[in-house]
């Protein structure tokens, strides 16, 4: 089965700190990508970071990094240096590379405290 | 913003009436894939068109049905409407293969379908 698991329903982090949310996902193919959006009250999805399965690296945008474990099937997400704007209903997923059809999680919404 | 364009925000039907659900894909795009998210929920893919020709299909009736046109505008069309219908209906676009782009889908900030 094709699944994506969210296991924090929500999480909550001080401003100016670090926070990571957890996915795990389930997939026999071996060609994926594997991404995190950002779905703020305007509902609006917005692509916060993408990683390619095939790569061991794990990838980094500005204050977002993720920790990609392939053999586990585990994909976090960082967020360094928390800010007010970060706060949103958070959602990973993945597309297999041929369909680009993504299977998303159920969500976690983040709160920053000021 | 992404440049995907949803039309309109909000509707509110009763059930058994039929909706058109209509979308404006970022310039250069050729792919468009529908979702559907309840309340509280993940986006649930209902199916994707390419170059105005279905490409996948996930799993929801035939009463879902879409169109692409040749400016790869597009429309979800949903008949027979249910309660269960109520949702946010997501339209995303992506771009023709290759490039740093690949497989990255690009959202607009939905409908909002209140079915009564």
């Known amino acids: 089965a094709q699944t994506v698991t969210q296991s924090q329903p929500e999480m909550s982090v001080q401003e100016a700190e670090t926070v990571t949310l957890s996915c795990t996902y389930d997939?026999?193919?071996?060609?994926?990508?594997l991404f995190w959006y950002k779905q703020p009250p305007s509902r609006q999805m917005i692509l916060v970071i993408r990683?390619?399965?095939?790569?061991?690296q794990n990838a980094t945008e500005n204050r977002f990094s993720v920790n990609f474990q392939k053999a586990a099937k585990s994909f976090s997400l960082k967020i360094s240096d928390s800010q007010l704007g970060d706060a949103a209903m958070y959602f990973c997923?993945?597309?297999?590379?041929?369909?680009?059809?993504?299977?998303f999680g159920t969500g976690t919404l983040l709160a920053v405290q000021p | 913003e992404t440049g995907v364009t949803q039309s309109p925000t909000h509707l509110i039907k009763t059930r058994g009436q039929q909706v058109t659900l209509r979308c404006s894909s970022q310039?250069?795009?050729?792919?468009v894939s529908w979702y559907q998210q309840a309340l509280g929920q993940g986006p649930q893919f209902i199916f994707q068109y390419y170059r105005e020709e279905e490409n996948g299909r996930g799993n929801f009736p035939p009463r879902f049905s879409g169109l692409q046109f040749p400016n790869y505008s597009s429309e979800l069309n949903v008949n027979a409407l249910e309660l269960d219908d109520s949702a946010l209906y997501l339209c995303?676009?992506?771009?023709?293969?290759?490039?740093?782009?690949?497989?990255?889908?690009?959202f607009g900030a939905g409908t909002r379908l209140s079915v009564l």
């Open positions: 995303a676009s992506s771009p023709a293969s290759g490039g740093t782009s690949k497989n990255i889908q690009y």
């Open positions: 997939t026999s193919e071996s060609d994926y990508y």
């Open positions: 310039s250069g795009h050729n792919t």
């Open positions: 990683q390619e399965a095939y790569k061991q």
């Open positions: 997923a993945y597309n297999i590379g041929a369909t680009n059809k993504l299977i």
